[in-house]
C-alpha cells in the first residue's frame, strides 16, 4: 500500500542529545514536509522539500536540520540547540505544483527530552 | 503570531445533531482554506476545501462556509456520527504557498 511511515512512534532522548526523526514515503511524491504540534497550536512548519537535494526553511527551523539524499526519505534531526524539543512531529508529502491540499500526513512521531 | 484562530478547543454534541466548527483568520490575503481531520495516533487527512471566491462548498455531511468580510469561516457536519470523533484543524494557504494551521477543535459525538 501506497503511503507515509514514520518511526519510531514514540521517541525518548536525553537533553543534549541530538535526535533523527525518520520519514518514509513510498507515493512517488517530489514534495516533503516536516511539521511540528503543540499543544493548543496548530501544526507550524519546520523545514520542506521540493525536490531531491534541495529543501528550505519553514516558520520554526531554529535546532532543526534536514537532509533529502533521496526522493523518498526527508529525515529530520533535532539537535541540541533546540530549546523546546518535547513535541509530536508530523511529516507529509505531496505532488511537486501541486495544490496544497494533496498534502498526506504520516502517523506521526512523538518526542520526549527527558 | 497565529494567523488562524480556532478559539473553542472543544465541541460535544449529540449524534444526529449538527456540529459547527469556527475558525477565524488575520491575513486578508489569504485564498484558499481547507479542513483536516485527525484522530488520535495518526496524521490529520483532508476533509474539504474551499476558495475565497466561494462563499460555500459542500461535500456529503460536510459543509465549509466562507464570510470574507468577517475573515471567518465554518464547517457544518449533519447529521453528526461518532465516527466525525476527532481533532479538526483549519488550514489556510498563504502568500508563499504554505499552509497555516489553526490549534484545532477536538469534536465528541455522544450517543
Known amino acids: 500500500d501506497g503511503g507515509i511511515t514514520q518511526s519510531p512512534k514514540y521517541l525518548f532522548r536525553k537533553e543534549g542529545q541530538n535526535v533523527t526523526l525518520s520519514c518514509e514515503q513510498n507515493?512517488?511524491?517530489?514534495?516533503m514536509y516536516w511539521y511540528r504540534q503543540d499543544p493548543g497550536q496548530g501544526l507550524r512548519l519546520i523545514y520542506y522539500s521540493q525536490i531531491v537535494n534541495d529543501f528550505q526553511k519553514g516558520d520554526i527551523a531554529e535546532g532543526y536540520s534536514v537532509s533529502r539524499e533521496k526522493k523518498e526519505s526527508f529525515p529530520l534531526t533535532v539537535t541540541s540547540a533546540q530549546k523546546n524539543p518535547t513535541a509530536f512531529y508530523l511529516c507529509a508529502s505531496s505532488k511537486a505544483g501541486g495544490p496544497l491540499y494533496e498534502q498526506f500526513f504520516g502517523p506521526g512521531t512523538r518526542l520526549t527530552v527527558l | 503570531d497565529q494567523q488562524v484562530k480556532q478559539n473553542s478547543p472543544s465541541l460535544s454534541v449529540q449524534e444526529g445533531r449538527i456540529s459547527i466548527l469556527n475558525c477565524d483568520y488575520t491575513n486578508s490575503m489569504f485564498d484558499y482554506f481547507l479542513w483536516y481531520k485527525k484522530y488520535p495516533a495518526e496524521g490529520p487527512t483532508f476533509l474539504i476545501s474551499?476558495?475565497?471566491?466561494?462563499d460555500k462548498n459542500e461535500d456529503g455531511r460536510f459543509t465549509v462556509f466562507l464570510n470574507k468580510s468577517a475573515k471567518h469561516l465554518s464547517l457544518h457536519i449533519v447529521p453528526s456520527q461518532p465516527g466525525d470523533s476527532a481533532v479538526y484543524f483549519c488550514?489556510?494557504?498563504?502568500?508563499?504557498?504554505?499552509?497555516?494551521f489553526g490549534a484545532g477543535t477536538q469534536v465528541v459525538v455522544t450517543p
Open positions: 507515493l512517488n511524491h517530489d514534495a
Open positions: 474551499i476558495s475565497s471566491i466561494k
Open positions: 488550514a489556510a494557504i498563504d502568500s508563499w504557498g504554505k499552509l497555516q
